[in-house]
């Protein structure tokens, strides 16, 4: 899957990917990185939606807007992380 700030399909508990709306048919299916994982290596992101953060480092785990636009679509390891705040 490639990087999207509004992704197509997400996480669901640990092993299932669903889709997050509807996609259409040659709609290319995306995936917000930051949604599982922490980046040691940041990389600029080039999606270009509206919702684009422009740096995928990891980080965005800590904003409000971020938590509550991914509600649900967290892994485990993030989730833990946002209620440990």
Known sequence: ?????????GVKGQVVV???REIKPGEELTFDY???DLYPNPFE???E???CRHTIDGKAWSSPEFQNRNRGWLSWYIQEKVESL
Request: with cysteine; glycine share 0%; aromatic share 4%.
């Open 34 to 36: 930051e949604t599982t």
């Open 45 to 47: 992101c080039r999606c």
């Open 49 to 51: 939606t509206a919702e």
């Open 1 to 9: 899957f490639n990087h999207s700030c509004s992704p197509t399909v």
């Open 18 to 20: 669903l889709a997050r």
